[in-house]
């Protein structure tokens, strides 16, 4: 069962804020859904081998060549603040 | 005329009996006229969506025409389309207009269909109702007190109520198929890695496969035909030479082994469900098939497996989005990781929200054997039961949802409820299996039933050919909801 200090401390890593008024509320849907994920923690699977995709993938390699061209500024037309080409974002160091 | 199917259509367009531009008018008018009480667009663009007409109509009066050039068609909205808005129904890109096309956009596209709009869905892809969406739910057509299901719920009210003869979808955990089944419309997910996910935006990037709606299975074959294929852009595209998916329809179903999982057909499944299921079987056995009981012993897993890979991988794909490059960014924060916080906690509703915090938790330090590895290991033990179930059979047959259609806010506010709505679906996301829904019945309060045919890997061929031979022996298919029809 998760506590509160574990919901607060999940919820800073994922960088989500969740006002202490609702946190109660997170941690009975958190642990509701990890009481469903409980039955899953028993199953003995000992030597199988972790299936992490739905197809066997091998990476492929292509020609190395430029095949992009320079969009940045229709791509950054869309951010919440740009200017000379840079995302903005508060001080970080002072 | 709007009751009409893809190859129907097409004959009126490529006839000369109608041109593209009368055609996209007729559904725009029915959109403007009839999505008010259903809410299945986010946006209509009548401008651009006549301009494209237009266009398919030169290409035809060229000689020029595929088989879908100069149909409507409506994409989900998170498929990225070059200078519409792609909202994903969050808050979070509300206002976000894409600046590249999907490779799914792109292609049908170049078919020369023509895009109307944008459909509603549950945010980001979460969800069983199409209740989480930030532009409000969508209601399902043939009760409008009650879920089209999710999380394609849009694209599924559209295509049900004739507001457009196909459209797109994404299937995640069953986010074709069970809308596809409680709206009575045809669905089909494609093998993992047969639908480019370029520009499709990501929620679990090893579940997550493109497909469409349509309202027969010869509807969903060209679809697949004009969205299938290899796309060296996406990473997990799989590089096969590209398929006629109608090749097979018109085959008898003489000798085909139909698989019936006994886990599908227990006290889980409603019994008005249950009966359209079988009588649905029956229908497959007269027509030739052969039936077998297989077994999927894991079955049961399937769903707590899925929420902590599904939640993983989305609290992964989805810490994109912090208020710097796009998205939603709060307007007041006291520092770097503050914006961070309150970016995300007021850009994404509270199932999003849900999702990141459970894949967060499984992913961090100390718990990820425990979990996250966990379940990808029983993810094989849940893959392996089909290998063994399609040894004994060539295509599997069972329940897409186990009820119909649910009242708005019956299951909302306890999320697993909700998560056991996918009962069904899920097992063949984690495989990576095709799986298709086709209407099969009315159930309880008139409302319509899937049958769900699951195929071994690259079989959508042959599961296509199943569902258009019941087609050609049952109407089902063809019940429009009440009001809505021709």
């Known amino acids: ?94 | 005329m709007f009751d009409h199917t893809l190859p129907e259509l097409a004959a009126l367009l490529h006839g000369g009996k109608a041109s593209s531009e009368e055609v996209t008018r007729l559904f725009l008018s029915r959109i403007e006229r009839l999505d008010p009480a259903l809410n299945a667009f986010i946006t209509v663009d009548a401008h651009k969506a006549l301009a494209a007409a237009r266009a398919a109509d030169a290409r035809i009066a060229a000689g020029e025409a595929g088989p879908l050039t100069g149909i409507p068609i409506a994409h989900k909205d998170l498929f990225c389309a070059k200078g519409w808005k792609t909202t994903c129904a969050s808050r979070m890109l509300a206002d976000w207009v894409s600046p590249y096309d999907a490779h799914v956009v792109e292609r049908l596209d170049r078919a020369g269909a023509v895009l109307v709009g944008k459909t509603n869905m549950d945010e980001f892809a979460m969800g069983s109702s199409n209740e989480n969406s930030h532009f409000g739910p969508v209601r399902n057509p043939w009760d409008t007190a009650r879920v089209p299901g999710g999380s394609s719920g849009g694209s599924a009210a559209a295509v049900a109520a004739r507001l457009v003869p196909a459209a797109t979808g994404t299937d995640t955990g069953g986010s074709i198929r069970q809308p596809a089944s409680l709206t009575g419309t045809c669905g089909i997910r494609p093998t993992y890695g047969a639908v480019s996910r370029y520009g499709m935006v990501a929620f679990a990037s090893s579940l997550d496969q493109g497909g469409a709606f349509g309202k027969s299975a010869e509807d969903l074959a060209l679809m697949m035909n004009a969205m299938g294929g290899f796309d060296a852009r996406d990473s997990t595209s799989v590089e096969r030479p590209a398929e006629d998916y109608r090749r097979d329809l018109a085959k008898p179903l003489a000798g085909l082994r139909v698989g019936l999982p006994k886990e599908y057909f227990t006290a889980d499944l409603a019994p008005d469900v249950g009966a359209c299921v079988i009588a649905a079987v029956d229908e497959l056995r007269r027509l030739g098939a052969t039936t077998v009981e297989v077994s999927l012993p894991n079955q049961a897993l399937a769903v707590p497996v899925y929420y902590v890979i599904a939640p993983a991988e989305a609290s992964s794909n989805l810490s994109r989005f912090d208020g710097v490059r796009y998205g939603h960014r709060a307007a007041q924060y006291a520092d770097l990781n503050d914006m961070y916080r309150r970016s995300r906690a007021e850009g994404f509703g509270p199932e999003v929200r849900r999702r990141i915090l459970v894949g967060t938790y499984v992913l961090s330090h100390g718990y990820y054997d425990a979990y996250y590895l966990q379940a990808q290991k029983v993810r094989r033990l849940i893959a392996g039961d089909f290998a063994r179930a399609f040894a004994a059979c060539d295509v599997i047959a069972g329940p897409v949802a186990p009820t119909v259609a649910f009242p708005i806010g019956e299951k909302s506010s306890d999320p697993v409820q909700m998560y056991l709505e996918d009962l069904y679906t899920i097992p063949v996301n984690l495989a990576g299996l095709p799986g298709l829904s086709v209407p099969c019945g009315l159930g309880a309060h008139g409302l319509p039933v899937g049958l769900q045919l699951i195929g071994d890997y690259f079989d959508e061929a042959r599961m296509l050919q199943v569902a258009h031979q019941y087609q050609l022996a049952t109407d089902w298919h063809r019940k429009a909801p009440p009001g809505y029809g021709a």
């Open chain 1, 1 to 94: 069962m998760l506590s509160r200090d574990d919901v607060r401390r999940i919820a800073e890593l994922a960088r989500i804020e969740v006002p202490e008024e609702g946190l109660a509320a997170v941690q009975h849907d958190l642990n509701g859904i990890f009481g469903l994920v409980e039955r899953m923690r028993a199953v003995d699977t000992a030597g199988v081998e972790p299936m992490a995709h739905a197809v066997d993938l091998t990476q492929r390699l292509r020609e190395d060549k430029v095949t992009d061209t320079d969009q940045h500024e229709l791509f950054q037309a869309c951010a919440p603040q740009v200017e000379d080409g840079l995302y903005l974002v508060p001080k970080v160091i002072e």
